[in-house]
């Protein structure tokens, strides 16, 4: 049937007969140019080089969703022990919260301070491991955000405003330097297996820039890659015959000068690539024992986070760029959300989090990779110093604390600061746009120079331009 | 003193223009000309510049010393046309029946009969949903859905079916509560206003903020999706390149002042009360089993959170309802200019008034309390005699399908936008499409009745042409393009034979990666329709779900949603090829385009190959092809072919 129905011949078969004799030498020259023109867009993902010296190649952002306490944490204040059950003193100023009504009291807290490292940073019990790596880190107390509740405020630090639909800082740093590793994503999320997030999906997503900088979502479990199994009843053996049969039709056709399809076949390499080499990255029981029990890995409550922290830093070694490792999903208490029961959920939260946290910072100094590796850690806001409903504390988004380490930051300091009561950064404050600009700095990348025309306008991470907090890089 | 000197300052500011010249000299602000159709003189060129945009197209090639590709064969275009028109692949006996009419106007024929088939709107409502970012959840935490919110959908799908004029299908959307209080179909076509994410949260609400939030998302598409220009640009400071001051913007948020929200629920009272109760009896039940959850653990905790899992899904559907809005003139916002756009810092109050730079200067505000302003605000848009309106209309038409536009920033219209590459074929078409009472359909058969558009996609004169205008703005030959992510599911369905035809009605929740939901706030939001039947719909009848878009269309363009979307990306990567050769979609579709090909022809290698080639790529595969995959078939199940055929590029690109 339909015999007379002629396969599309391919194009170079149709242009040596239009060209006739002389075809070949003109062909060979636009097949040259159509290539040099498209590989600017076959590969996005390809490594690109930054716009000024970089320190740091990839990012880790350990991200404490729900907002931990920055008064438990890393900002000890004395005053607000002394202040507890009192109303908030008039001089401290105004602050909105989501619940806390003006007439709150103050409440101090149960956990106690020492000094640790060579600069003697006071540091939390509950944070005993971390504080062993005090000398790493940049301790940003005076960190502040433009939103009280969760999902605004997550969207604004993860993408720079306070709405969705804009690019996530792992998409742009993709964006801007590519990947270096072809057998993995270049911006991997860990979200936390206990659920969701507020903000959820569109805070890590592409927005407007090309699907390729997409997050890949990692799923709980041994297999975290969607679509990197095969189905049921399927042996790798069978498939690779699919995928060479593919390559067969496919080039049949294809006119050798053709980079698009030229870029569809390398798809398929890198995809198979991906299948075969990605479950061996990802499969962390071949760690030697040791680096297992640094993490807490094989041990309630430290075994999930520690695991996905030590993938991290697989992943990061083998070259993605952007890892983000969520702590905390679903239900606010599951979260850092402590509105009930500020000890209760601290004492957890951070029995989960402390040692795998230190560890990672452990496992890439000693591999050398720490320089190299920007780390992260915080959440969307800190917490209010009045207490809610008692024991509990609400969101606070006017001084809050984040700590940088590696990637060429300058550890062992503390920077800025908030008032007497943990309310106000009023030391040199740090917003988000700050912290991004730092990050991209360390990157090698201009918070100007990194931007995408989008409705009219170059877009950019930054809306408004952020600073580079020049005490630690 | 002072008085003097304030009066100086105001006369000396009445006589500044509002708008400088060079500003109203903006391209696509000046009146449409009457571009006179070019002639010419050679017999070859006369005979392919039948139509009048062919020769505005070969003269634009001429002057650029190109020429245009020869017409594409019959296969090729009975498959374009499909996809273009209906997002669907022509069938054997489609493209059988075509190649062998002999009448000369077969091609007409084909071109009308895709027209008048209501899968032309399942087509076409996508573009304009994209453009408008149209979503059925609001975003943010709850990403509450909105019951009804797929009428709007099913309005675009119709509005383009029964060819409704655009400047009624516009007037209709912007003030259709206004123009038809009690008029079901005009009240859903306002649910425009109710497109944009919206911020919902416990506790504090940010009133004032979400507001501003509100009115921003609903002033900035009137910009994107109706004129074409970056109105958005201006909400923080004057644009900074077109003429479209901050007070501008602010004035045309300004007829939206007493915009509101409002769910009209179609059910009597009783229905309603009924409706309630059971809401209300199954929501204790859920707080009842909540409060026991902290008494267990392990095992017992997870099975009770499967049965309040399972309590929440099983929640009654929401009662048939339209999201549309309504004017609350007690309560209409005070619209201020604010400084970079913060709600906090208010500036001079502002009326209602249209873009400035398109009035003479002066021209007074109107009242802001005026009733039904956003009707005033629809009759401005579709005056005949509006320079964007219809500009902007046929560019889009234009650009879905050549792939590029004439202006190939569709929603940039500005000094910084692409500038026309066919000016005089833009006011053309926009005239025709005004002078035809602004139907639709006349103008898309004029395009793809042309010779411009039935040009092949291979150009003899490539050489010389690839070098003068790589992205064939001066169409040269057809752009090959690659399907977009509805259709690549919608044609899978249908090569396999397992596509549901239904049209409209409720959007489907298809089943999904369960770690997917899990990420989702409140995971039971995710419902699975109950007739499987329902998960091989097309994908306009998928919902549109901020928060959890499947990884099929995401991996593929789909946008994001959140803002206009004139233009998809098309982007190559991994990933697409992971999941069309991984994924349960692909796979699952595979096996089921096994069964077809196995009952239409039997156990035949070759004429498995040939079947399977036919219904995926429209053609018979080339001897090049169908030797290895019969020597694939030696050993290997059906299945697997059937999924190499869906990773073809003939599958998966149209010519």
Not at chain 1, 45 to 62: D, E, Q, R, Y
Not at chain 1, 270 to 283: G, N, S, Y
Not at chain 2, 418 to 429: A, C, G, M
Request: net charge negative; glycine share 8%; charged share 25%.
């Amino acid at each position: 049937m339909l015999e007379h129905v002629r396969f599309t011949r391919n194009r170079r078969e149709f242009l040596r007969d239009a060209f006739c004799g002389f075809g070949s030498l003109a062909m060979a020259d636009i097949l040259q140019r159509e290539s040099l023109r498209a590989a600017s867009t076959a590969n996005a993902l390809a490594p690109k080089p930054p716009h000024m010296p970089a320190k740091a190649k990839s990012v880790i952002f350990l991200f404490m969703a729900g907002g931990p306490s920055h008064v438990e944490t890393w900002d000890p204040k004395p005053l607000l022990n002394e202040l507890d059950g009192e109303p908030r003193p008039k001089e401290f100023g105004e602050a909105k919260y989501q619940f806390v009504k003006p007439d709150a009291k103050l409440l101090g807290t149960k956990r106690t301070f020492q000094k640790y490292g060579k600069a003697g940073i006071e540091v939390s019990d509950l944070f005993p491991h971390m504080a062993k790596c005090v000398d790493d880190l940049a301790i940003l107390r005076s960190c502040h955000g433009d939103m009280v509740v969760h999902s605004a405020a997550q969207y604004e630090l993860w993408t720079g405003r306070i709405v969705p639909g804009f690019p996530s800082m792992g998409s742009w740093v993709c964006y801007g330097l590519g990947s270096e590793s072809e057998s993995l994503p270049a911006f991997v999320v860990m979200p936390d297996p206990d659920g969701a997030l507020e903000a959820g999906q569109p805070m890590y997503g592409n927005g407007f820039l090309p699907a390729v900088f997409q997050p890949t979502m990692f799923r709980p479990g041994d297999r975290p890659v969607l679509n990197l199994d095969l189905p049921q009843g399927v042996s790798l053996e069978e498939r690779r015959k699919t995928i060479d049969l593919i390559r067969q039709l496919n080039e049949a056709t294809l006119n050798p000068g053709d980079d698009e399809f030229n870029a569809r076949l390398k798809a398929y390499d890198l995809a198979f690539k991906m299948q075969t080499e990605a479950p061996e990255v990802l499969d962390i029981r071949n760690e030697p024992q040791e680096t297992l029990d640094l993490y807490g890995v094989g041990k309630e409550p430290t075994h999930d986070y520690g695991r996905r922290c030590l993938l991290a830093r697989r992943l990061v070694e083998k070259g993605v760029r952007f890892v983000c490792v969520v702590s905390g999903g679903g239900p606010g208490n599951l979260q850092w959300d402590a509105h009930d029961d500020i000890e209760e959920n601290h004492l957890r939260m951070a029995a989960q989090t402390d040692q795998p946290v230190a560890a990672l910072l452990q496992d890439l100094k000693r591999r050398g990779m720490l320089d190299s590796t920007l780390v992260l850690w915080g959440g969307e806001f800190g917490r209010s110093p009045e207490a809610q409903g008692g024991k509990g504390r609400d969101h606070h988004n006017l001084g809050f604390t984040m700590w940088l380490a590696g990637g060429g930051i300058q550890g062992g300091q503390v920077v800025g600061a908030t008032d007497a009561i943990g309310l106000r950064a009023v030391e040199n404050p740090i917003h988000f746009r700050d912290l991004h600009t730092t990050m991209l700095h360390q990157l090698g990348l201009d918070q100007d120079k990194l931007n995408y025309l989008h409705l009219g306008r170059n877009e950019r991470l930054t809306q408004i331009h952020g600073r580079v907090v020049r005490e630690i890089v | 003193m002072l008085l003097v000197g304030v009066a100086a300052a105001a006369a000396a500011d009445a006589r500044k223009p509002e708008y400088r010249e060079t500003e109203r000299s903006l391209w696509s602000l000046q009146p449409r000309s009457q571009p006179a159709v070019p002639e010419f003189a050679a017999a070859e060129e006369t005979s392919w510049a039948r139509s009048p945009i062919d020769a505005f197209v070969l003269r634009k090639l001429a002057e650029n010393s190109l020429r245009p590709a020869p017409q594409a064969d019959r296969v090729t275009l009975i498959r374009r046309l499909y996809f273009d028109l209906w997002g669907l692949p022509p069938s054997p006996a489609d493209i059988a029946d075509f190649v062998n009419d002999s009448n000369t106007d077969a091609y007409e024929k084909l071109v009308d009969r895709l027209l008048a088939s209501p899968h032309y709107g399942e087509r076409w409502a996508q573009h304009w949903l994209d453009g408008v970012r149209f979503a059925e959840t609001e975003g943010f935490e709850y990403d509450r859905h909105l019951a009804g919110m797929w009428r709007y959908r099913d309005y675009v799908i119709e509005s383009l079916n029964s060819d409704k004029p655009y400047d009624e299908f516009v007037r209709e959307q912007i003030a259709g509560d206004e123009i038809g209080p009690e008029n079901h179909e005009t009240l859903i076509a306002a649910g425009l206003h109710r497109l944009g994410a919206v911020r919902r949260n416990a506790g504090n609400q940010e009133v004032a903020s979400s507001r501003n939030e509100v009115l921003t998302e609903r002033t900035d598409i009137i910009g994107s999706a109706f004129l074409g220009l970056t109105v958005g640009c201006a909400r923080c400071h004057d644009h900074m390149f077109d003429p479209i001051r901050q007070r501008d913007y602010y004035r045309l948020q300004a007829f939206m002042a007493a915009t509101e929200e409002n769910n009209i629920v179609l059910a009597t009272e009783e229905e309603q009360k009924a409706w309630k109760a059971l809401v209300k009896e199954k929501e204790d039940e859920i707080k009842e089993l909540r409060k026991k959850l902290d008494e267990l653990s392990g095992e017992e905790k997870g099975k009770l959170h499967q049965k309040i899992r399972n309590l929440e899904v099983s929640l009654p559907d929401p009662l048939p309802t339209i999201a549309t809005v309504k004017n609350d003139y007690e309560n209409q916002t005070p619209i201020h200019v604010l400084e970079r756009g913060d709600y906090s810092k208010k500036k001079e109050q502002v009326g209602p008034r249209v873009l400035g730079v398109l009035l003479p200067d002066g021209t007074p505000e109107l009242d802001a309390y005026r009733k039904n302003l956003r009707i005033s605000l629809a009759d401005w848009l579709t005056a005949p005699d509006h320079p964007l309106t219809a500009r902007v209309m046929v560019n889009r038409i234009w650009l879905y399908h050549f792939g590029s536009g004439i202006v190939n920033t569709p929603n940039d219209f500005g000094f910084n936008g692409d500038k026309p590459s066919h000016p005089e074929l833009l006011d053309y078409l926009a005239n025709q499409l005004v002078a035809g009472g602004w139907r639709q359909k006349p103008i898309h058969r004029m395009i793809l009745l042309s010779n411009a558009y039935r040009q092949s996609s291979d150009s003899p004169v490539a050489e010389a042409a690839v070098q003068k205008d790589p992205e064939n703005r001066l169409l040269w030959r057809f752009s090959r393009r690659r399907l977009e992510a509805e259709e690549i599911r919608d044609a899978m369905l249908a090569v396999s034979g397992k596509l549901n035809p239904k049209a409209g009605g409720q959007s489907i929740m298809v089943p999904v990666d369960e770690q997917l939901v899990e990420l989702l706030y409140k995971p039971a939001q995710w419902k699975e329709p109950e007739d499987v039947s329902q998960n091989y719909r097309r994908s306009v009848y998928l919902i549109a779900k901020r928060n959890l878009r499947l990884p099929f269309m995401e991996v593929f363009d789909q946008p994001a949603m959140l803002t206009s979307c004139a233009r998809r990306q098309s982007s190559t990567h991994a990933p697409q090829a992971l999941e069309l050769m991984n994924g349960p979609l692909a796979n699952g579709l595979a096996e089921v385009f096994a069964g077809r090909l196995r009952r239409e022809v039997g156990d035949d290698p070759a004429q498995l190959v040939e079947r399977a080639y036919l219904l995926a790529a429209g053609r018979m595969p080339a001897p090049g092809e169908l030797r290895p995959a019969v020597e694939f078939l030696k050993t290997q199940p059906l299945r697997e072919l059937a999924l190499a055929i869906f990773n073809l590029n003939d599958f998966l690109y149209v010519n």
